[in-house]
């Protein structure tokens, strides 16, 4: 899992990336950024000049990773689910 992209949720930034490691388990493409199979720059550029020309859409992806990033990333959310699990590995 990424941790620059989960930073980069965290302050509410639009996802441009790769569906590398773990983001194809979680990553809603559209809603967060985009995911591109390419690598060519051209195809980067392009996602970048939507979010440009569409400062409602950044917005709305923005609040949505800003709030999706706190409510699943946080330490203070999953500390205590890893305590939990921990717990019950001892067990």
């Given at each position: 899992?990424?941790?620059t992209?989960?930073?980069?949720?965290?302050?509410?930034?639009?996802?441009i990336?790769?569906?590398?490691?773990?983001?194809?388990?979680?990553?809603?493409n559209?809603?967060?950024?985009?995911?591109?199979?390419?690598?060519?720059?051209?195809?980067?550029?392009e996602?970048?000049?939507?979010?440009?020309?569409?400062?409602d859409?950044?917005?709305?992806?923005?609040?949505?990773?800003s709030?999706y990033?706190?409510?699943?990333?946080?330490?203070?959310?999953?500390?205590?689910?890893?305590?939990?699990?921990?717990?019950?590995?001892?067990?």
């Open positions: 899992m990424p941790t992209l989960l930073e980069a949720m965290a302050f509410g930034l639009p996802v990336s790769r569906p590398v490691g773990g983001l194809k388990d979680f990553f809603e559209g809603r967060m950024g985009f995911l591109i199979d390419s690598t060519d720059p051209l195809d980067y550029v996602k970048i000049d939507s979010l440009i020309s569409d400062p859409l950044t917005m709305r992806i923005s609040e949505y990773n709030e990033a706190r409510s699943n990333f946080m330490a203070s959310k999953i500390a205590p689910d890893l305590e939990s699990k921990l717990a019950n590995i001892r067990k």
